[in-house]
């Protein structure tokens, strides 16, 4: 599943405002929290409350190695 790159230059992590990282065919996710963002059919779920926190630190460089470098 890929996300159109315009729709990634101004999506930004609810909780901080910074910049997410496309992690394709998983989620949008912003390694400064170390949060995990899932997309349904398509659509980013930008929920602060439905997001995934990511403790295990093999699976934090897992996302950071899979997701294709920030747009900005």
């Known amino acids: 599943m890929t996300l159109d790159a315009k729709l990634l230059e101004i999506l930004v992590c609810p909780q901080d405002r910074g910049p997410l990282r496309l992690v394709a065919g998983e989620c949008l996710y912003n390694p400064r929290l170390r949060r995990a963002y899932r997309i349904e059919d398509g ?12 403790a295990d630190d093999a699976e934090h460089e897992r996302l950071l190695s899979s997701a294709q470098a920030d747009p900005r």
């Open 43 to 54: 659509i980013p779920v930008l929920l602060v409350d439905e997001a995934v926190t990511i």
